[in-house]
Nanobody
Framework: QVRLVESGGGLVQAGHSLRLSCVAS????????IGWFRQAPGQEREFVASISARGSNTRYPDSAKGRFTISRDNAKNTVNLQINSLKPEDTAVYYCAAAHTLYSENVYAVRSTYADWGQGTQVTVSS
């Protein structure tokens, strides 16, 4: 099991940017693919980005391409999610999640693939 702690959320105006961070502890970080998901009130938790265990591959849904960038620093056990040109519809709790993998190049978009989750960080975008 890996413990994940998100940070970096807050209240921002539309058009601004945020960088969310996810710090992991407890297991060798380089054995885990990491994903970011978000959940708005009354909605399902949705996938927004993922990165492979070694950081060589990334994946985004079409809705996130161009504005969301995921990156990782395995030496610091950290994954970041940069969100640019924020919109009110980006308002949600953002979660990072870890999936242990033997395949260092794989990326995963399915929520059930991830066994370990952080507590989430709230992002609120005002218009």
């Amino acid at each position: 099991q890996v413990r994940l702690v998100e940070s970096g959320g807050g209240l921002v105006q539309a058009g601004h940017s945020l960088r969310l961070s996810c710090v992991a502890s407890g297991r060798p970080f380089s054995s885990y693919a990491i994903g970011w998901f978000r959940q708005a009130p009354g909605q399902e938790r949705e996938f927004v980005a993922s990165i492979s265990a070694r950081g060589s591959n990334t994946r985004y849904p079409d809705s996130a391409k161009g504005r969301f960038t995921i990156s990782r620093d395995n030496a610091k056990n950290t994954v970041n999610l940069q969100i640019n040109s924020l919109k009110p519809e980006d308002t949600a709790v953002y979660y990072c999640a870890a999936a242990h993998t033997l395949y260092s190049e794989n990326v995963y978009a399915v929520r059930s693939t991830y066994a370990d989750w952080g507590q989430g960080t709230q992002v609120t975008v005002s218009s």
